[in-house]
C-alpha cells in the first residue's frame, strides 16, 4: 500500500532543500524552483513541469517567482532561452536548436490558471506567452510547416532520433563550442557531444514532439485569446493549431504502426519513441485512432514495460533495460505528459493503471532509498543509469500531481483539492 503522504511530505523536504537562493541583480529572483539537482542554472522545461506539481503548494514554494524569471530573462523580439546560467546568461547561443526549449510554458501557466482562477495572472503573462511563440514559429518552422529540432533542445538528450542508416551526411546547423556560455557546459559539448550523430542531426529531421508542442501552445494561446477577449489572436491561434494537425497527422502519422513519427530527410524515422504522446495533449489526434496509438502504452514490446512509460520503445536495437538516461528510462515529465494526454482523450482506466505502477515504483524507491530520482529504470524500480539523486525539481510529479490528479478510490491520495480534468 502506497502511503501518498509519506511521498508527498517527502517531496516538499527535498524541494525545500533544493531552493536556489542565488540571484542576479534585478533579473533572477530568488529563492527560486530548480533542475532538481545540483545545477544552479535555470532550465525553461524543468521549471514548468516543477510548478505543476508546487502549485499544490504554493503559500510555501515559489512557483510564481520562479516562472516570472523567465520572462525577466525574455528577449525583446519575445525569445526564451531552455537554458540560462546561474547569472542569467543563455548556456547555448541562439543561432543554433540547442537553444530551443520544448514550448510548455503556456501549459504550466494554463494549468495555474485552472488551479487558482487567477485571470489576472493570466492576462499579465499572455503576452510574453504569445510573443514566444510567435518567435519559435518565425525561427524554428520549415517549409514543410513541421519543427527541427535538436537533442538538446528537445530535452531528451541522448535519445536516438536519426534514421538507423545515417552516418552523419546532410547539412546540419553547427555549434561553435566557443559559444557556449560556461566553461563546464562547453567542456561537457566537446567531450560527449562533439563529433558524434547527435551533433549531426538536427536540419535534416522534422521532430514529432516539437511539432506537436506548438500545436499544443498554439491550443492553449486561443483559450487565453478567447478569455482575455483577444479576437484576433484567437483565430490566429486556432487556425494555427487546425493547420499544424493536419499537417502532422499527413506527414507524420504512419497507419501501418498506428504511430507518429519523426520524419528525416523527407521520410517517416520509424523509431517508437515518447515524444510521439504530445499529441494526444495537443488535441490533434482523430479519434478513429487514438485506440491503436494508445494501444503501444501496454505493448511490452513498445511501451508496456514494469515502470511505465519508458521513453524509448523495448524493441529498440538502442532500448537499454537499465535505463541508459533518454534510451529507455521513465521520467516523470513525460509519464505525467502521457497520462494528461490520456485523460483530455477519455482513457482514464488506462490513465490510471500507469499512474498506479509509476506511483509505486517512486515509493519502492523512496523506502529503498529515502530520496526521488531523475529518473527510473523501465524493467524494475531502480534509478536509471543515468540517475541524479534528490531530484525534486519535476520528479516530483509521481510524488504529488499524479496520485492526486490520477489515483482514485482506495489508491487516491487523502485530502485533494481540486481535480483538474483537461488542459
Given at each position: 500500500?502506497?502511503d501518498?503522504?509519506?511521498?508527498?511530505?517527502?517531496?516538499?523536504?527535498?524541494?525545500?532543500?533544493?531552493l536556489?537562493?542565488?540571484?542576479?541583480?534585478?533579473?533572477?529572483?530568488?529563492?527560486?524552483?530548480?533542475?532538481?539537482?545540483?545545477?544552479?542554472?535555470?532550465?525553461?522545461?524543468?521549471?514548468?513541469f516543477?510548478?505543476?506539481?508546487?502549485?499544490?503548494?504554493?503559500?510555501?514554494?515559489?512557483?510564481?517567482?520562479?516562472?516570472?524569471?523567465?520572462?525577466r530573462?525574455?528577449?525583446?523580439?519575445?525569445?526564451?532561452?531552455?537554458?540560462?546560467?546561474?547569472?542569467?546568461?543563455?548556456?547555448?547561443?541562439?543561432?543554433?536548436?540547442?537553444?530551443?526549449?520544448?514550448?510548455?510554458?503556456?501549459?504550466?501557466?494554463?494549468?495555474l490558471?485552472?488551479?487558482?482562477g487567477?485571470?489576472s495572472?493570466?492576462?499579465?503573462?499572455?503576452?510574453?506567452?504569445?510573443?514566444?511563440?510567435?518567435?519559435?514559429?518565425?525561427?524554428?518552422?520549415?517549409?514543410?510547416?513541421?519543427?527541427?529540432?535538436?537533442?538538446?533542445?528537445c530535452?531528451?538528450?541522448?535519445?536516438?532520433r536519426?534514421?538507423?542508416?545515417?552516418?552523419?551526411?546532410?547539412?546540419?546547423i553547427?555549434?561553435?563550442?566557443?559559444?557556449?556560455?560556461?566553461?563546464?557546459?562547453?567542456?561537457?559539448?566537446?567531450?560527449?557531444?562533439?563529433?558524434?550523430?547527435a551533433?549531426?542531426?538536427?536540419?535534416?529531421?522534422?521532430?514529432?514532439?516539437?511539432?506537436?508542442?506548438?500545436?499544443?501552445?498554439?491550443?492553449?494561446?486561443?483559450?487565453?485569446?478567447?478569455?482575455?477577449?483577444?479576437?484576433?489572436?484567437?483565430?490566429?491561434?486556432?487556425?494555427?493549431?487546425?493547420?499544424?494537425?493536419?499537417?502532422?497527422?499527413?506527414?507524420?502519422?504512419?497507419?501501418?504502426?498506428?504511430?507518429?513519427?519523426?520524419?528525416?530527410?523527407?521520410?517517416?524515422?520509424?523509431?517508437?519513441?515518447?515524444?510521439?504522446?504530445?499529441?494526444?495533449?495537443?488535441?490533434?489526434?482523430?479519434?478513429?485512432?487514438?485506440?491503436?496509438?494508445?494501444?503501444?502504452?501496454?505493448?511490452?514490446?513498445k511501451?508496456?514495460?514494469?515502470?511505465?512509460?519508458?521513453?524509448?520503445?523495448?524493441?529498440d536495437?538502442?532500448?537499454?533495460?537499465?535505463?541508459?538516461?533518454?534510451?529507455?528510462?521513465?521520467?516523470?515529465?513525460?509519464?505525467?505528459?502521457?497520462?494528461?494526454?490520456?485523460?483530455?482523450?477519455?482513457?482514464?482506466?488506462?490513465?490510471?493503471?500507469?499512474?498506479?505502477?509509476?506511483?509505486?515504483?517512486?515509493?519502492?524507491?523512496?523506502?529503498?532509498?529515502?530520496?526521488?530520482?531523475?529518473?527510473?529504470?523501465?524493467?524494475?524500480?531502480?534509478?536509471?543509469?543515468?540517475?541524479?539523486?534528490?531530484?525534486?525539481?519535476?520528479?516530483?510529479?509521481?510524488?504529488?500531481?499524479?496520485?492526486?490528479?490520477?489515483?482514485?478510490?482506495?489508491?487516491?491520495?487523502?485530502?485533494?483539492?481540486?481535480?483538474?480534468?483537461?488542459?
Amino acid at each position: 500500500m502506497i502511503d501518498f503522504a509519506r511521498l508527498e511530505q517527502a517531496a516538499l523536504r527535498i524541494a525545500r532543500e533544493k531552493l536556489s537562493d542565488a540571484a542576479c541583480g534585478d533579473v533572477i529572483r530568488a529563492p527560486r524552483l530548480g533542475t532538481g539537482g545540483h545545477y544552479d542554472g535555470i532550465f525553461l522545461w524543468d521549471t514548468a513541469f516543477t510548478c505543476m506539481w508546487a502549485k499544490y503548494h504554493l503559500a510555501e514554494l515559489p512557483v510564481f517567482t520562479s516562472l516570472d524569471n523567465l520572462y525577466r530573462l525574455q528577449n525583446e523580439d519575445g525569445f526564451i532561452f531552455k537554458e540560462y546560467s546561474p547569472e542569467g546568461q543563455p548556456e547555448f547561443p541562439r543561432y543554433h536548436p540547442a537553444s530551443f526549449a520544448p514550448p510548455i510554458l503556456s501549459w504550466a501557466e494554463w494549468d495555474l490558471y485552472e488551479f487558482t482562477g487567477d485571470q489576472s495572472r493570466l492576462a499579465r503573462v499572455y503576452p510574453h506567452l504569445r510573443d514566444f511563440h510567435r518567435y519559435c514559429r518565425a525561427a524554428f518552422r520549415m517549409a514543410d510547416g513541421l519543427y527541427l529540432g535538436n537533442h538538446l533542445g528537445c530535452g531528451m538528450d541522448n535519445l536516438p532520433r536519426w534514421p538507423r542508416d545515417f552516418a552523419g551526411e546532410g547539412e546540419f546547423i553547427q555549434l561553435d563550442p566557443e559559444h557556449v556560455h560556461t566553461p563546464a557546459s562547453r567542456q561537457w559539448y566537446c567531450d560527449r557531444i562533439r563529433g558524434s550523430l547527435a551533433e549531426k542531426w538536427n536540419q535534416q529531421g522534422r521532430f514529432i514532439d516539437m511539432s506537436a508542442q506548438m500545436a499544443l501552445d498554439a491550443r492553449l494561446l486561443a483559450r487565453m485569446a478567447e478569455l482575455l477577449g483577444h479576437e484576433e489572436d484567437r483565430r490566429e491561434f486556432q487556425n494555427e493549431h487546425a493547420e499544424l494537425g493536419r499537417t502532422i497527422n499527413q506527414r507524420c502519422w504512419s497507419d501501418k504502426h498506428a504511430f507518429y513519427f519523426d520524419l528525416g530527410f523527407g521520410q517517416q524515422v520509424e523509431r517508437f519513441h515518447i515524444g510521439a504522446y504530445w499529441c494526444l495533449l495537443a488535441g490533434i489526434v482523430p479519434e478513429e485512432n487514438v485506440e491503436t496509438f494508445c494501444r503501444h502504452l501496454v505493448d511490452p514490446a513498445k511501451f508496456g514495460r514494469p515502470v511505465p512509460v519508458p521513453s524509448l520503445a523495448a524493441d529498440d536495437p538502442d532500448y537499454a533495460p537499465d535505463g541508459g538516461y533518454w534510451r529507455g528510462s521513465s521520467w516523470a515529465p513525460t509519464t505525467y505528459m502521457v497520462l494528461k494526454g490520456l485523460q483530455q482523450v477519455n482513457r482514464m482506466d488506462l490513465a490510471e493503471k500507469l499512474a498506479l505502477s509509476y506511483v509505486q515504483a517512486v515509493y519502492d524507491l523512496l523506502l529503498e532509498t529515502d530520496t526521488f530520482w531523475e529518473n527510473i529504470a523501465p524493467e524494475r524500480a531502480a534509478p536509471g543509469n543515468w540517475s541524479a539523486p534528490d531530484f525534486c525539481g519535476w520528479s516530483g510529479l509521481g510524488a504529488v500531481s499524479i496520485p492526486r490528479e490520477f489515483l482514485r478510490g482506495e489508491h487516491s491520495a487523502s485530502n485533494t483539492p481540486k481535480r483538474i480534468d483537461h488542459v
